[in-house]
């Protein structure tokens, strides 16, 4: 092995060793700010009143009226900051390629709710994606050095997800978690921690956007992704149809991700 072979191969264990430093650091981050936790309200925002037996000792929040009980929570209304149902903006970490152009129809498969896909340098198909994940989820790995890429659409009712990612390793993985909403907080939060528990890393996090629904894809064989707007939702073809109609017979009960077979 000559000195240019040994400089990239040590590159190359640095840029990793880096990479999961940084897709560790960012599924911590993750985890923490997914976990459930009760908002604490400002001195400022509450005031000291009677609790419903006209005994002192309970708070009501300036904001949106409510008053709390005698373990002093208040329970604030939809419209109050201290709601946390109300919280909107997204959690957005990490980094991805971004593909300079719109996704090509003619190599691109759609994943509806409750399945899964994986595309490789074996498929006519590179480019897998979904759409209208909120709250549901779409969870991706791409396998760098085999370009091939497994994408999900996980909702509440879906059962071990994380068990059709199984042949994708996480020391060769680039993971990416896309949608969910404050409703479905709790799951990316499992979700989250049983990535973390086999080892995988975070490459880019798009999660908890209550504004609206979520699409995400990418290409197996650039790596390049495709974020919401980037997305073009075609019109359903008669197989997709078909896929949508055993779904909905099945959408209220469980159910583990369905395979979608890709050529």
């Not at 840029?15 to 997914?34: A, C, M, P, V």
């Not at 904001?63 to 709601?83: A, E, M, Q, T, W």
């Not at 399945?115 to 074996?122: A, F, L, Q, R």
């Not at 969870?139 to 091939?148: E, G, N, T, V």
Request: net charge positive; hydrophobic share 30%; aromatic share 8%.
């Amino acid at each position: 092995m000559d000195y240019k072979q040994k400089y990239f191969k040590y590159k190359l264990k640095y840029l990793n060793l880096l990479r999961d430093q940084i897709g560790g650091e960012i599924i911590d981050e993750l985890i923490h700010e997914t976990e459930t936790t009760q908002l604490v309200e400002k001195s400022e925002d509450i005031e000291e009143v009677l609790c419903i037996n006209k005994k002192p000792g309970c708070i009501k929040c300036k904001i949106c009226k409510s008053v709390s009980g005698d373990l002093r929570i208040i329970p604030h209304n939809f419209i109050c900051k201290y709601n946390e149902r109300n919280i909107y903006d997204p959690i957005i970490k990490g980094n991805r390629i971004i593909s300079t152009s719109f996704m090509n129809s003619s190599i691109s498969v759609a994943i509806l709710q409750r399945e899964y896909g994986i595309v490789n340098t074996m498929t006519q198909k590179k480019i897998i994606y979904s759409y209208a994940a909120g709250p549901c989820i779409v969870l991706c790995m791409h396998d760098i050095s085999s370009q091939r890429a497994i994408l999900g659409h996980i909702d509440t009712l879906t059962i071990d997800p994380l068990n059709k990612f199984r042949t994708f390793l996480p020391e060769n993985c680039d993971v990416y978690i896309v949608g969910g909403d404050n409703s479905t907080k709790s799951l990316i939060n499992t979700i989250l921690k049983q990535l973390k528990s086999r080892n995988y890393k975070i490459k880019f996090a798009y999660i908890k956007d209550n504004h609206t629904s979520n699409s995400f894809g990418i290409n197996c064989m650039t790596g390049e992704t495709y974020l919401n707007d980037s997305v073009i939702e075609y019109p359903s073809s008669h197989e997709e149809e078909k896929r949508l109609s055993y779904f909905t017979r099945i959408a209220t009960s469980r159910s583990e991700l369905n395979l979608v077979n890709i050529t």
